[in-house]
């Protein structure tokens, strides 16, 4: 059975990071096929389309000892509000959004995130930046890497996994059945290695500049990294300054 | 199998005494519901603020820090609702509470935690709608939506409150029930019920009793996340504790991994509440015995239609009340049972007919069903209610159909005058 | 049944204290005089400035329609709130009213009047925002809906402890100003 690199890139990033296991959740929605979990058997949320940062966010605030990682896909549509203020609110969770330039299963479905894909007419507006979108909304790690990238998304899973705080990392990869029906369609692996190859790492390039065109190569790299208090970190800072002893330290 | 079995021993459990601020208080619903959620063992709330329900989320966001919960007040309520999902699977009791717009941008998510069959709790604060409505005036026309609004087949349960006393009493009983069936428990509140300031006698702590999460005691390995206990409820695991879960709102099998066709766990969503019924309705009947009429009624309503009852009492007329505490699920046996002996049901509501469908529904056309419509902003006149009654009650003919009560007055009038 | 409801409007403007009073008041009945109270304010554009008022019913038995239909007893401190609710208020009602603050229009029915300077009185013990604690002791030196005793458990409750004192002066003021009058 063909497996995922980003499956192993992950399983060894946790590795790497020295995670419990348990104590990793992760959350995922439709726009992104959980597969990952039911092969590493880690917690596994499969919730309504676009909902996963929210939920995430419950899930965190309900237990912050979880390591909450979401799996999402081309999360700007449904659900670009949530990821915003979770991003303003430095929720400790990381988000990882695969990007496949398309919804996977689901044909003639527009993707905010390219220029030109599968619907009839093609697409005509222009794709969202994701990690401007984190950047500008302060999350405090954002980075990008095509699935190839082994070796270095490896190393920025688990940096943003040891983080406290909102971490993104963009992975440029086909979904699972990718161009499915389109006859004379690239094949999956070859379309892997295509954006390997197409790629140019830029590190800590300023997000404004990593727009994905049809031009351009790919920019990948680790764009951004700050320090900044989580949400749980101002709750108890802040209750702790109005509310005084009374006030134990939520955690 | 065995794991089942000790979960299904009765627990009784007490509240936790510092969550329980016992006393005599003059508060809103609202705040009494906030009050009745902590004392219940409420310790998470995602909510986005909205007229009339504000002051219940503020009363909550002011007392979690002193009970070691945690708020936080979402983007919207699409991010409200799917924060507390996640907060009841990482192990906390959880609710939010809204209002009519609000109570609709939650409906996917409804449907989500009824399919995960998580316990939550919804404070719906009912305004006068449709959209934005009379933010600051009553209504009850979110009825239907409570029970129908996400997409596919379950069933929730809603309680329907009539005062800051039972805003309190009630929102503790909503957790219990949510816990006990593992499904979303709304308190359907208005505008009227969650603004009025009454007293609010909160009990001490050993005398609330609390109904435990059903937690899945057996060996981990073994832990099937929808193999229901007998009464058709599964128990329930936390994240985080290395069970390995897969919890999809994909229709799913007993190990919550997808199918691709109805699997017996669809149908339980269902019969958990319907088998369960009788254990879960909570009536209150007055004088129904012997009664031409029988006033069928809930929320604030109820307490406004006491004073047409007494009026038509006074006029000699043999008038039931009776009030529909937990309105879904819908006690359709005894609105069977009492269609047989009585002439007519006389239904009145802050919409323009919802509940009085279900009635129509279980009368089986044995008993005329009169509508006492309002379109919201404020209460019934009693006196209307009592014209009801009183015209219910001269009626003999049967009429097939819900009969408007105002419509039909016109058209007594109209006919009269012809 | 409900024959012993007392139906009672407090209105003044946004500022004076009027939701307050009707919070106090039927705290007061509640909590310390075992009945039942039930206590509305308006909210919307109405709560906004302008004319704003609470509603209160007191009763022997539980209260069943939660709202003032025709008031009893209506308690004024500014003039545009007794034009909005003077008509509502029943032809044998009672109307209490700040006396520097209210123009009475024509007498009607068997309506009583019964005036205090609340806001003067305030000004006088140096606080104008207690005005409404001044007009609570005259209600209810001349209504006796409320004991005495339950309003002065109840006030404290809803005033900061350094203004405890200021404020039982002030419920005194008012209350044995309406006792000389009623004598």
Redesign the interface.
Known sequence: MKIHPLFSTFANAVKKAEIES??I?L?SDFLYQPKI??YL?????????G?S???????????P??KVVVFVGDLITLGG??F??ASR?NMDIVVICVNNFLYPKINGKKSPTIKSAFSPYSVFERPVNIPHVARSSRAVYVARWTALHKKELTESMTRALGKSGFSVIEVISPGNCYFAGIPASPKENELIEFYHKNSEIKNDEDTKNVEITAEKKIIVGKFFEKKRPT??DS?NER?SKV?GD???I?E | MAFGIEAEKEVIMKANKKDVLTGSYYIDGDVAAAYGAIAAGCKFVGGYPITPSTEAFEAFVHRAPYVGGITIQMEDELGSIASILGAVWSGKKAMTITSGPGFSLMMENIGLGAMLETPFVLLNVQRSGPSTGLPTQAGQADMMQSRWGANGDYEIIAISPDSPQEMFDYTIKAFNLSEKYRCPVMIMADECVGHMTEKVVVPEADKINIEPRRFYKGPKEKYLPFKPDKDLVPPMAKAGDGYKLHISGLTHDEKGYPTFSQTPDTKRLVDKIRLNADKIIELNEDEIDDADVVVVSYGITSRVAIRGIEQARAKGLKVGNLRLVTVWPFPEKRIAELSKKVKAFVVPEINYGQIVYEVERCAHGNANVVLVPHGGGFVHNPEDIFKAIKYAAQEKKKVEGIIEHKTELYRLIHEKNS | MNKKTVEIRFAGYGGQGIIRSGIIVGRAGAIYDDKFTTMNQAFGPEARGGACSSQLLVSDDKILYPYVAKSDILICMAQEAYEKFEPELKNDGLLLYDLDLVNLKNKRGKVKLYSIPSTRFAEELGQKIIANVVMMGFFTAITEVISVDAMKKSIPESVPSRFVELNLNAFDKGYNYGKNLVK
């Open positions: 348990d104590k959740c959350v979990s039911e058997g880690f917690d596994l949320f499969h919730v309504t389309r909902r940062i929210p939920f995430a966010t419950g899930m965190k605030l309900g237990n000892k979880l509000n949530h915003m203020h609110r949400y749980i709750y209750h509310i009374k006030f134990k939520y």
